[in-house]
């Protein structure tokens, strides 16, 4: 199972948000290349990068900074937050990153994700509350159920989705396994489990659960709650 040290960045610093809301933003780093660094030292293969401001934006806000991150270490990177059109996803591949995560866009526009899916390296974010899909910047709740959007790519090539349970995200409460699962089952696709990680215990856990091929790591890490060497040192 693959571990993705989480950064999230918010006016070129890394920050966590509690259930996604923007001004519950808590500051960890000035500099995010000097976290990633730390990351690859301690063994990490993947970043899961988001960009908060563009998210909103619907633009690269972040992009100089992730420029830097890129610069900084051999990681493979895989970026989400405003990725809305071809041109935005070149401009990034250029910059070095290996994939892009297409979340509202996955909702508002399939066909486009799925022509992107047979060109890039596209994973699709499915960000969920209450089960049905939240979308720009999670402001705003579809009548969407999540695990209907995950069938709609079931055979479209994208390489693997990542399933985010709102509620849970920054809050240090257990992953939503059931939820992940579900996700997993419709696609059929590799699923990467997102928001809620507080231990080693949720690591293990999500290892042992049908479908699930990795899993996300935020706030659990930068409160201390999960030492690297810990997350880095087991099989699972």
């Not at 041109?87 to 990034?92: C, T, V």
């Not at 509202?104 to 960000?127: C, Q, T, W």
Request: hydrophobic share 45%.
């Amino acid at each position: 199972m693959e571990k993705y040290m989480a950064i999230d960045l918010k006016e070129g610093k890394a920050v966590r948000l509690s259930k996604g809301l923007m001004d519950s933003a808590k500051i960890y780093s000035n500099e995010p290349w000097e976290l990633a660094k730390r990351f690859s030292d301690a063994g990490a293969k993947w970043l899961h990068i988001v960009d908060l401001d563009g998210a909103f934006a619907g633009d690269a806000v972040n992009l100089k900074t992730i420029e830097k991150i890129v610069s900084a270490t051999n990681l493979n990177i895989q970026i989400g937050g405003g990725v809305r059109n071809e041109e935005r996803i070149k401009s990034y591949l250029n910059s070095g990153v290996s994939r892009l995560i297409l979340g509202s866009v996955a909702l508002k526009n399939p066909e486009f994700v799925k022509e992107m899916a047979k060109k890039y390296r596209i994973v699709v974010g499915i960000d969920a509350k209450d089960g049905f899909v939240a979308v720009e910047g999670w402001a705003e709740v579809s009548q969407m159920k999540a695990t209907d959007l995950a069938k709609l790519y079931a055979d479209a090539g994208v390489e693997a989705i990542i399933a985010t349970d709102i509620s849970k995200d920054g809050m240090l409460c257990g992953l939503n396994l059931e939820f992940t699962a579900s996700i997993a089952k419709a696609s059929g696709i590799n699923t990467i489990a997102s928001g809620g990680v507080a231990s080693l215990a949720d690591l293990e856990s999500a290892s042992k659960t049908n479908g699930i091929s990795g899993v996300i790591i935020g706030k659990a890490y930068y409160e201390g709650k999960i030492a690297l060497s810990d997350i880095f040192n087991n099989n699972f």
